[in-house]
């Protein structure tokens, strides 16, 4: 995808814009998306699958004064888009008026003119016997490490090439590309009669960003392996330390607590809580969406508010939360540039590149610091009720006693409140690594509740 | 209604030469089999918060999936235009998973049985706009009536309709008229300065609008919801550690889902990754427990009259009085296993390669009364709604989170509990099952299952069931 495939969109999205405001719309904002995805599957070192193929689509949502109506599109024909705009005219007029619905402020609306560097010829460029014999490599790498690794739910190498344009009635136009490449493998290793499988995955948005084959064909075999002949613990409460990989997750669900929209309508724990001590001191948790290179940067939000930097927790106090123009405007706030949708409808909230600031302790240091207490690797289906911050999960990791991390355990749960652990979220390790748009370091809770025998 | 007069012939002039010239075309590299999935679904939806109507929306996806396999490969690419010269693209990118002299595809095509259970009074498009802001305003208003308590609600309708047509290089062909329908209402309550507690409740399948003009209306599942929140503002912590679990009848059935149904999926044990790999005959579950996979119920929300690979689909016995009797197939692992497709190919979108998944996975009804059953326990746990689950199906572990709970003492629901997560392993939970009650019900259609990022409709269901030992985790250890 080039320049003037970029051009070509955003026209399209400034003539659909103006075809709304003919049909009766006060105003109008347009979004149009493309992208090319490819996929080359492994198993047992036979190719598996291989995937290959294009889409757009395009989503419009109009204002009737204050009645909004949306509608998209995978017709990108002058006819389809005629379509789609008349049906969102036509569906404004069966909403209510909603004082608070409009445009982001023309002030607010904007790109970021540094390279964020999004996208990498290189990727473009990659071919596809190259791309089977990274997922071959990594699969046989996981393959040859150990005796107990006999089996493989495959290895896949996948890239993707996307192109986003966006355009409003307020003089707003403006597109981008991305670029991203992942290669993954899930080992499966026996024991005893027992299976067990784990998995390692690496992507970027540059070709050279990703780990070597090698690295994560080894690196999900250890995974895989240190997961055997696990046992189940007693319950009880315990230290609870989340690795990279599971505090991302945890992280996750905090980004719903600070969201903007559940903040307003009092469906998070952390409503009224601006400016208040909500957490240990040892937590900064910061939301960029402006750091080069990474997947949750883009030049503007996704109703053109240009992205920025924004402290959410600092030390413990809660500075924002996260906000779009919507939910600024209902809170008496101003937006963080955190508008997010897909196509059509009206802007959500989310995340940029979310993550937990980097502590002075390593991982090591930390775990010799517990004399009993869970390391966890995997959570499955994590519940976190936002509301009330009661907490949930099923879990699997390695005990850890007197300082050392020692045999497996699985089918056990860990619970609490999130309210009481972001307090006790006492200890933060140094092990910031981004893979992805939520990222943290490995972390601790001083008690969790950990239900087993 | 012929072929002649189906959807993607009359609105799109697609003929059956044109879908034996495009499978050729897949086959041009000597693929053994190929497939074409053509997919025009138009959504609709509606959203009333602070009892606004905020949101309202439509669209249209288009589009064509052409799949080629060759032993355990499979070749898959899509176009989202309907043009000739896009379609054989979209072919010849599939067709070089192979690499030889072309097939011959079979020339001809003999249109597949299907059932035909959901058909429709009223199409969601010929639906005036006004009729669903109703359905929607309604909920808004029985749940802030519903009690003084309640402070937010939030109520939405979807619908959809989706056309597919489904032609195989073996000569079958197929095409279906998909409907889907699905209201929410969520509501927040709290007591005066206290900590608000949601409540969700929602419910539809593949219908249209009129069936939430009758029992099942908007104030049907607003009363639940507010019921729902106002429940939980009692609620005690959970408490952690193994204990006796009693299921109530319904939604709970997602049990079955993550503890058996994931592991039965044939792709997993075609490869011999899951739990439940090279166990067919032996016992997986006590004597009590009869669970099977059903399509082809009227009207649910996991139904299909022919799934997504073109096949009828059907009842299918997962276990039978307690022993392990068969996987679900779809083509691929069929043909690999030298079995035939239950009927269990199914894929998100057109975008998407078909796997084998579940429909309506639900238990048979067993003979005890469901009370006589709560009062056999003297001290555990009762689960009646679920927010979702998980599994691990390699380790056979797998997780699901009440929303719903009471404790059980000596013989009667005493406090609701706050949230709590249940774990238990596929191949073991089930054993403990010692009592099935006679109360078998399905859920109100309101599942997604998720699998490789694929999302798609599902039903659950069970009866009241009382499981001996299960490991509850909450917070009062």
């Not at chain 1, 005796?147 to 003089?171: Q, T």
């Not at chain 2, 503002?233 to 550690?241: F, I, K, M, T, Y």
Request: charged share 25%; proline share 3%; with cysteine.
């Amino acid at each position: 995808m080039n320049e003037p495939d970029l051009k070509q969109l955003e026209q399209i999205a400034s003539r659909a814009v103006a075809r709304a405001l003919d049909l009766g719309a006060t105003d109008a904002e347009c979004t149009l998306a493309e992208g090319e995805e490819f996929s080359a599957g492994v198993r047992m070192r036979e190719v598996e699958s291989l995937k290959q193929a294009g889409s757009r689509g395009a989503g419009i949502r109009v204002l009737a004064g204050r009645n909004t109506g949306s509608s998209r599109t995978s017709d990108l024909s002058e006819k389809g888009i005629e379509e789609m705009v008349r049906s969102a005219v036509d569906l404004a007029r069966v909403t209510t008026e909603d004082p608070h619905a409009g445009l982001p402020d023309p002030a607010d609306l904007g790109a970021i003119q540094a390279d964020l560097k999004l996208y990498d010829d290189a990727i473009e460029a990659m071919e596809t016997d190259w791309k089977i014999a990274q997922a071959r490599l990594a699969e046989e790498t996981a393959l040859s490490a150990d005796p107990r690794i006999s089996n493989s739910e495959g290895a896949s190498f996948d890239s993707y090439l996307g192109v986003r344009a966006f355009g409003n009635s307020r003089g707003f136009i403006g597109s981008y590309r991305t670029s991203s490449c992942g290669l993954s493998v899930v080992p499966v290793a026996k024991s005893n009669g027992h299976m067990e499988r784990d998995y390692w995955h690496t992507a970027s948005r540059r070709a050279s960003g990703i780990e070597s084959a090698e690295e994560v064909g080894r690196r999900a075999a250890a995974r895989t392996l240190r997961r055997l002949d696990a046992r189940k613990v007693a319950t009880q409460k315990a230290p609870v330390i989340f690795e990279p990989r599971t505090a991302r997750a945890l992280l996750g669900d905090l980004t719903d607590a600070v969201n903007g929209s559940a903040i307003y309508k009092h469906a998070s724990f952390l409503t009224g809580k601006l400016g208040e001590k909500i957490a240990s001191e040892a937590l900064t948790v910061i939301d960029d969406s402006t750091m080069p290179g990474l997947f949750g940067s883009t030049p503007f939000d996704d109703e053109g508010v240009t992205s920025r930097r924004t402290v959410v927790i600092d030390r413990g106090v809660l500075k924002s939360y996260l906000l779009n123009t919507y939910f600024a405007r209902k809170l008496g706030l101003k937006t963080t540039g955190n508008a997010a949708r897909g196509l059509s409808g009206n802007a959500g909230i989310g995340p940029g590149n979310f993550y937990i600031e980097a502590g002075e302790i390593t991982e090591g240091a930390m775990i010799a610091g517990v004399r009993q207490g869970l390391y966890v690797t995997e959570l499955i289906g994590a519940t976190a009720n936002n509301v009330t911050g009661d907490y949930s999960s099923g879990a699997a990791g390695l005990w850890i006693e007197n300082g050392e991390l020692t045999y497996a355990v699985s089918e056990i749960t860990i619970a609490g409140n999130l309210k009481q652990m972001l307090m006790d979220l006492n200890q933060v390790a140094s092990n910031l690594e981004f893979r992805g748009s939520i990222a943290s370091p490995t972390i601790m809770i001083q008690e969790m509740t950990i239900s087993g025998r | 209604m012929g072929f002649s007069q189906s959807f993607f012939a009359s609105r799109f002039g697609i003929t059956e030469r044109d879908l034996e010239s495009y499978l050729s075309e897949a086959l041009s590299a000597g693929g053994e089999y190929a497939d074409l999935y053509f997919e025009y679904l138009a959504t609709s939806s509606i959203g009333i918060d602070e009892g606004i109507v905020k949101s309202a929306s439509q669209g249209v996806e288009l589009g064509v999936g052409v799949r080629v396999l060759i032993g355990e490969r499979t070749g898959y690419a899509y176009s989202d235009d309907l043009s000739p010269d896009k379609i054989r693209k979209a072919a010849r990118v599939a067709a070089r998973i192979a690499k030889g002299p072309s097939s011959i595809v079979k020339t001809g095509f003999e249109e597949a049985r299907k059932h035909n259970l959901y058909p429709m009074l009223q199409s969601p498009h010929e639906t005036g706009l006004a009729e669903r802001v109703d359905l929607v305003k309604r909920a808004d208003s029985a749940a802030r009536a519903y009690d003084k308590r309640i402070f937010q609600v939030q109520a939405s309708y979807a619908d959809s309709v989706r056309e597919v047509l489904v032609a195989t290089s073996d000569g079958r062909l197929s095409f279906d008229r998909q409907p889907m329908a699905r209201l929410n209402v969520t509501v927040l309550a709290r007591e005066e300065g206290g900590v608000p507690q949601p409540g969700h409740a929602g419910g539809g399948g593949r219908v249209a609008l009129d069936f939430f003009l009758g029992e099942k209306s908007p104030e049907y599942f607003a009363r639940e919801a507010g019921r729902q929140a106002i429940v939980q503002l009692g609620a005690v912590e959970s408490p952690a550690g193994e204990m006796t679990v009693v299921l109530g009848p319904g939604w709970p059935g997602i049990l079955l889902h993550e503890a058996v149904g994931h592991g039965l999926e044939a792709d997993f044990n075609r490869k011999g990754v899951s739990a439940f790999s090279g166990r067919i005959g032996q016992q997986v579950a006590s004597p009590l427990c009869t669970v099977i996979d059903d399509g082809s119920i009227g009207s649910r929300r996991g139904s299909l009259n022919v799934d997504d690979e073109g096949t009828p689909t059907q009842r299918n016995v997962l276990i039978e009085n307690g022993v392990l009797r068969g996987y679900l197939q779809d083509q691929l692992a069929a043909r690999l296993m030298k079995s035939a497709s239950t009927g269990s190919g199914r894929r998100e979108s057109y975008q998407q390669i078909p796997m084998p998944r579940m429909t309506n996975t639900f238990m048979l009804a067993g003979e005890s009364d469901p009370g006589d059953i709560v009062r056999s326990v003297s001290r555990g746990v009762y689960c009646s709604a679920f927010g979702g689950g998980s599994v691990d199906i390699t380790s056979g572990n797998f997780v699901f989170s009440a929303t719903e709970s009471y404790l059980i003492e000596d013989g009667k629901l005493t406090r609701p509990l706050r949230g709590a997560s249940l774990i238990g392993n596929g191949p073991e939970a089930l054993k403990y099952v010692s009592m099935v009650g006679n109360d078998l019900k399905l859920d109100e259609g309101v599942g997604t299952c998720v699998k490789e990022g694929q999302n798609i409709p599902v039903g659950v269901g069970i009866p009241t069931v009382k499981i001996d030992r299960m490991t509850v985790g909450g917070t009062a250890a």
